[in-house]
C-alpha cells in the first residue's frame, strides 16, 4: 500500500471515501466495497482521507481519537487497499461539494467507482452528500456505491458510540463493534520499580494524550512485543495507593515473562475492564487483589 500526501494524477481508481477513525465494522464495509470493485473491474483501490479530523478545522475542536494514524494506516492496509491519500482538510475545507467532485476527485483521480457510508457528507456547509455523489455518478460515468449502515444489537454503528462505550470502559461492545481490539501503543519507559518488589513486574507505558480515554481501572489485556502475544493485565490510572500520578500511565503485567524490555514498543489490546482503580490499604492489599485480578482473566 502506498501512503500519498499530494494530489495526482492517477486515473481509473476504486475510491472509498471517510476518515475513518476506528476502522470499524461500518467502515470496513465501504473499504471493502471499493476494493472490490477495483479487483472486479481490474483497476486499483484508494481511501481518500486527512491527516487530521476534519473537526479541528471546521469547530477548532480536536476530537480524542480511537486509533492513533499508524494503527488506523494498518488496519486500512489488512483491508487490500492499494493507495492511502493523506489529505490536507484545511486546503480544502472552502469547496463546496459539486467543486470537490469535479476538482479533486475527478481531476485527480478518474474514478471508475466512489463508496462512501450512507451518512457522508463533505464540501462546504456539507453540500456534498449521497444523493450528489448519485447525480455526478451519471454526469462522469462512475459506479457509485452507498454502503448502508452496519448494526450492532440493533444500534448503528458508529465512530461517536464507540468513543462512548469507550469512554464508559464498555471495552467488549467497543470491541465488537470495531472488529478489532482497541488498542494502546508506547514506548516501555523506567518507573519506580514497585511492581518487581511485589512480585509482579510491570511494563509502563504513557497514555497517549490524542487517544480517547479510558476509565481508571485494572484490564483484562494481551501485549504484543516483537510479533509475539502474551497474556497480561494492564491497570490505567494515577497509582492511589501509592503516589498518585499527575499524569495517567498504562501498567501492564505480562504473564509468564520475565524479560526487561526498557525502551521497546509494545502494543497492549484492551479486552475487558475487570475492576475500577481503587486505593488499597497496604501494599499487600494490593498485591492480593492483583493475584485476584490474574485469577480472573485465566479462568
Do not use: W
Not at 487530521?52 to 487497499?81: A, M, T, W
Amino acid at each position: 500500500m502506498k501512503i500519498l500526501t499530494e494530489l495526482g494524477d492517477t486515473q481509473n481508481l476504486s475510491l472509498a471515501l471517510g476518515y475513518f477513525d476506528g476502522v470499524h465494522l461500518g467502515h470496513r464495509k465501504v473499504i471493502e466495497s471499493a476494493v472490490l470493485h477495483a479487483k472486479n473491474n481490474n483497476n486499483k483501490s484508494a481511501v481518500i482521507t486527512f491527516l487530521q479530523h476534519p473537526c479541528c478545522y471546521l469547530y477548532g475542536v480536536k476530537p480524542k481519537y480511537i486509533l492513533p494514524k499508524e494503527k488506523r494506516l494498518e488496519y486500512i492496509q489488512s483491508l487490500g487497499i492499494d493507495y492511502v491519500y493523506l489529505l490536507d482538510f484545511n486546503s480544502i475545507k472552502d469547496l463546496t461539494g459539486e467543486d470537490y467532485i469535479e476538482n479533486i476527485l475527478i481531476k485527480n483521480f478518474h474514478p471508475t467507482s466512489i463508496s462512501t457510508g450512507f451518512n457522508h457528507f463533505f464540501g462546504a456547509k456539507k453540500t456534498g452528500n449521497p444523493e450528489l455523489l448519485k447525480k455526478y455518478s451519471k454526469i462522469y460515468g462512475y459506479k457509485y456505491y452507498e454502503v448502508p449502515p452496519e448494526k450492532f444489537n440493533n444500534e448503528i454503528i458508529s465512530s461517536t458510540l464507540i468513543r462512548n462505550l469507550i469512554q464508559d470502559g464498555n471495552i467488549e461492545n467497543a470491541n465488537l463493534m470495531l472488529g478489532h481490539e482497541f488498542t494502546v501503543s508506547g514506548i516501555v519507559k523506567e518507573g519506580n520499580k514497585l511492581g518487581r518488589t511485589i512480585g509482579f513486574k510491570t511494563a509502563n507505558i504513557s497514555y497517549p494524550p490524542d487517544l480517547i480515554e479510558i476509565p481508571y481501572g485494572c484490564y483484562s489485556t494481551e501485549t504484543c512485543l516483537d510479533g509475539k502475544t502474551y497474556k497480561s493485565i494492564t491497570n490505567f490510572g494515577v497509582k492511589p495507593t501509592v503516589n498518585n500520578c499527575k499524569v495517567p500511565l498504562a501498567e501492564t503485567h505480562i504473564l509468564d515473562f520475565d524479560q526487561d524490555i526498557y525502551g521497546a514498543k509494545i502494543d497492549v489490546n484492551f479486552k475487558f475492564l475487570i475492576r475500577k482503580e481503587i486505593k488499597f490499604a497496604s501494599l499487600d492489599e494490593l498485591k492480593t487483589q492483583i493475584a485476584l485480578d490474574i485469577e480472573k482473566i485465566n479462568r
